[in-house]
Every structure is written in structure tokens, then in C-alpha cells.
């Protein structure tokens, strides 16, 4: 660290104006465990906050600090430590926003894209902060397109719809010419940060690692390049609302969960699309279990990995409800993902995840949608930044259907490649739901 920024730093801490933490656990795996280096804009959350309605310059800053002032996260970055990273918070902090108009040839939607991606791609200074960026593309006074960007170390997919909610209840004071607060957050992240180091003890741990050990043993490495720098290529498919509808009927039928159906035709799917019968997936966890989480902006998702073997003799509502059972006894046992690494003896090495290779999500973090008198907002998601990665299926309900959003690396596949998984993952999810009581193996071999 450069002699200003540590003699600029000894003031802040020793006036108060800053506080020192330790990481919390989710923060932790990003430095430890992580392929991807943590200052790569692989790490970026990115979204797009589509705006209809007379947003002004003046009170859109004035919000944003209000909501700055409210989320310890948005004055947090990371310092060096002499043995792991240190959260610095700051007690007052700026904000980091940006008006660009846009020009009437660019107001397409592809151009809209093509600058978000340029927004999202500028690294962050990790030190300096913040670690977050909103700019507001203004194509007309009364049509906009904010684009927010913040690092994986503050935030989680759950984190935007709180940033939403709040910077447009921010919104309605700055218009009313209010500067009061916003009510303070139920529990800060860095205490909550502090409650998960305590109640993670060592016999906590090693009452669940006997668990992982033996559900693991023997798990192999499917590709052997490293994945490559940056964002992964994404593309976007649906599941149309008929079948969405018959994927919750057959839950219902089986007594498994939506995400259980869901999963057991991806891990079928995939199975057939590469000839691997032995998966272990990652699937994310909100980790939100208690309501003062779920207010308050911060990285707390976990990684949970899920092991299955495919069968194709099986029959397939067995299959569904094996897989249900497995993904119970798996969450039952979860623990944070760095020390779960760590006890399993899994080396951080480059360019791969120390667990699995495969990520599979059900997004059911909170999505809002603003509607006010003049003013409406919805937020759409670009990246999550989980891209630690080869391969991910992320699927989010919308209100006709699913989205579904494959995430992959080109050195490994090309978009024809991932249309054909797709097509194998929707043909095998309608085979179950329409005939539950198939062969796995009738299922895979049934034409589309």
C-alpha cells in the first residue's frame, strides 16, 4: 500500500471514521478457494433496473446516499492483512454514480447491451472502494436504463432486489425534498459476519465433514482445460409455461420439491448429453435463514454440492425422489464452502473449482418490480457473478414460463453445443412429467 493511502488510512482508524473486520465465510472463498482471481470481472454482479418515468439527476444522487448511508456493504472494501484480507467499513462515503445520455442511435436494445457490458467489464479498485457502480443510461427524461454493478464481496443475487427496493423508497423522499435516513438495517452484515465465525466451531464443522467425505470419495475432475478469463458466455432459452405447469404437477404428484424435478432432468439431461453418469453439482444456497438477513445487503450465499449417479434402469419418479432425499441430506449437512474445501483437502488451483466443475441454480431471490404514480422500474438480471464455473444452468421463474440462462466456457464448448444440452434438457423434463413411471432409460431414447 502506497505511504498516502497508509498514513490516510492510520487517520480514518484512529478519528473512527473506519472500522476493521475480518472476512465473513462466503467472503473468505473468493480469496482462498476461488479459480477465479477475485479482482477478475468474473466476480461482478450486473444488473439492469429498466426505469419508466421522470427520473431526475439530483434526486436519483440523493437517493443513491441514502441508500449508501443505510448499507454498511456499499462504504466496505479490502485491505491486505498480514495473514487473509481485512474488511474496511467506513462510517461516511460518496457515491459512485454516473449520467450518460445516450444518443438516439444507440437507444437500441443491442446498444443498450453493448454499454452495460462495457459498465459492467471496468474492474474495481479493491482497496480504494467503492465496489459498487450505478450509471444511468438516459435515452429520454422519461426512459431510462440504470445499470448496477457491484462485487461478488458485498453482494449476492438476493442483495439487488433489497439495492432496488430501497433506493426507490430512497427515491420518493428525495422527490418529497425529505433528507431523513432510511431506517436502519435490523443487523449490519460485518455482526452478522461476526454470529456465523462463532457458531461455526470445530466441532460444529466436524460433525457435518464425516458426512461430505464419504458422500464425495472418489468424485472425478470431467474437463481438464482451466477455465478461461472473465465472463463466460451466456445464452438464453424458456421453458414455456405448459410445461412449467406440469413440472409443479409432477412435484406434487411425487411429494418432491419444484427445484428436485427440475434438477433430476438436468442431471439426466446432461448425463446423456456428455456420457458422464457420476455428477457433482453446485447449487447455490440464500443462506438468509433468519429475517434480519433478508433485509439487509451482503454476500451470505453458500455453495452446497450435490452428488448423483445415473441409473438409466431406474424408474423415473424413483430417480426424482432419490435425488430429493440426497439434495435433503446434503442441505442438512451444509457447511460454509471455504472451510468444507479446506477439510476435504482440495488446493485453490487455477482455473478450477476445488469441488465441481457443474453449477445448477433456482433463482428464487426476491425480484421486484416498482410500480409508483409516474415512476415504474423492473429489474433484469445479467450476471451473478458466479462464474467459477465450466458450465451453469440457471433458471428463473417469469411470469409466463422459466428463463432458462446457460453459462459456459468457449474453450470447452460453442453455442451449438449448449442448444443441443438445452434441447435434451427440455425433452427429457416434458418424458418425466408426462410419463413419471417411465424407465429413465425409455425417457432418454423417446424422440422428441
Not at 471514521?17 to 465473513?24: G, K, V, Y
Not at 459512485?96 to 444507440?106: C, K, Q, S, T, Y
Not at 426512459?143 to 443475487?157: C, E, K, M, R, S
Request: hydrophobic share 40%.
Amino acid at each position: 500500500m502506497p505511504a498516502d493511502q497508509r498514513t490516510r488510512l492510520k487517520q480514518w482508524l484512529d478519528s473512527g471514521e473506519a472500522q476493521l473486520h475480518p472476512l465473513t465465510l462466503p467472503q473468505r472463498e473468493l480469496w482462498e478457494v476461488s479459480p477465479v482471481p477475485v479482482e477478475d470481472s468474473a466476480n461482478h454482479i450486473c444488473c439492469l433496473i429498466e426505469v419508466q418515468g421522470l427520473l431526475t439527476e439530483r434526486e436519483c444522487r440523493a437517493a443513491i446516499q441514502l441508500v449508501v448511508e443505510r448499507e454498511e456493504v456499499l462504504r466496505l472494501s479490502v485491505l491486505p492483512g498480514r495473514e487473509r484480507p481485512l474488511q474496511m467499513i467506513r462510517k461516511n462515503c460518496g457515491i459512485n454514480f454516473d449520467l450518460r445520455d445516450v444518443a438516439p442511435g444507440d437507444a437500441r436494445p443491442g446498444a443498450i447491451e453493448e454499454l452495460a457490458a462495457e459498465i459492467f467489464r471496468t474492474p474495481f479498485d479493491l482497496v480504494q472502494g467503492p465496489l459498487y457502480r450505478v450509471v444511468d443510461l438516459r435515452r429520454t427524461a422519461n426512459d431510462h436504463v440504470l445499470v448496477f454493478v457491484i462485487h461478488h464481496a458485498i453482494a449476492d443475487g438476493w442483495s439487488l432486489g433489497i439495492f432496488v427496493e430501497e433506493l426507490f423508497a430512497a427515491y420518493l423522499q428525495a422527490i418529497a425534498g425529505s433528507s431523513e435516513a432510511l431506517p436502519p438495517v435490523p443487523q449490519t452484515y460485518a455482526a452478522w459476519g461476526a454470529t456465523e465465525r462463532a457458531f461455526w466451531k470445530p466441532e460444529m464443522l466436524e460433525q457435518r465433514i464425516k458426512f461430505w467425505k464419504t458422500k464425495l470419495a472418489g468424485s472425478r475432475r470431467l474437463w481438464n482445460p482451466p477455465i478461461t478469463p472473465g465472463p463466460p458466455k451466456r445464452w438464453l432459452s424458456a421453458i414455456p409455461a405448459s410445461l412449467t405447469n406440469e413440472t409443479r404437477e409432477l412435484a406434487r404428484q411425487t411429494s418432491v420439491t419444484f427445484f428436485s424435478v427440475l434438477f433430476g432432468a438436468f442431471q439426466l439431461a446432461f448425463s446423456e448429453w456428455s456420457g458422464f453418469d457420476d455428477l457433482v453439482v453446485g447449487t447455490p444456497v440464500a443462506n438468509r435463514t433468519k429475517q434480519t438477513a433478508r433485509e439487509t445487503m451482503g454476500y451470505y450465499a453458500g455453495i452446497v454440492p450435490l452428488r448423483g449417479q445415473i441409473d438409466r434402469s431406474r424408474i423415473a419418479a424413483d430417480h426424482l425422489r432419490a435425488g430429493h432425499q440426497q439434495t435433503i441430506d446434503s442441505f442438512a449437512n451444509a457447511i460454509p464452502f471455504v472451510e468444507l474445501a479446506r477439510a476435504l483437502d482440495e488446493q485453490s488451483e487455477p482455473g478450477y473449482n476445488p469441488l465441481f466443475e457443474i453449477r445448477f441454480a433456482l433463482q428464487n431471490h426476491p425480484m421486484p418490480e416498482i410500480s409508483l404514480p409516474n415512476l415504474s422500474a423492473r429489474l433484469s438480471m445479467r450476471s451473478t457473478g458466479t462464474a467459477r464455473f465450466q458450465l451453469a444452468c440457471e433458471i428463473t421463474e417469469v411470469c409466463e414460463g422459466l428463463e432458462v440462462a446457460w453459462l459456459f466456457r468457449e474453450n470447452l464448448f460453442c453455442r451449438r453445443d449448449i442448444e443441443s444440452l438445452d434441447g435434451i434438457f427440455q425433452r427429457v423434463l416434458a418424458g418425466i412429467c408426462r410419463s413419471p413411471e417411465s424407465r429413465i432409460s425409455e425417457v432418454l431414447n423417446r424422440p422428441q
